[in-house]
């Protein structure tokens, strides 16, 4: 005896197989996505820093006269 074509849609519509693949395939892209936001705003800090770091290095190895003399 075959199952009724009702009863074969039900069984069908309720299938789960692939659920957690997809389901896992979306937390990776999510994560993916996090991860390049977060290089991407790194990178932009880092460069900030390094150029603010470099102006200070400039501005105290080219400013004499505010630095105390030597002889006293």
């Not at 009702?6 to 069908?12: D, L, Y």
């Not at 993916?32 to 991407?40: L, P, Q």
């Given at each position: 005896m075959h199952p009724s074509p009702?009863?074969?849609?039900?069984?069908?519509i309720r299938s789960d197989r692939g659920e957690g693949v997809i389901s896992t395939a979306i937390a990776v892209l999510v994560m993916?996505?996090?991860?390049?936001?977060?290089?991407?705003t790194f990178n932009a800090v880092?460069?900030?820093?390094?150029?603010?770091?470099?102006?200070?290095?400039?501005?105290?190895?080219?400013?004499?006269?505010?630095?105390p003399s030597e002889g006293g």
């Open positions: 009702t009863r074969r849609s039900r069984r069908i993916a996505f996090i991860g390049a936001a977060m290089w991407v880092w460069k900030d820093t390094a150029e603010n770091t470099e102006d200070q290095v400039e501005i105290i190895g080219t400013d004499t006269e505010s630095q």
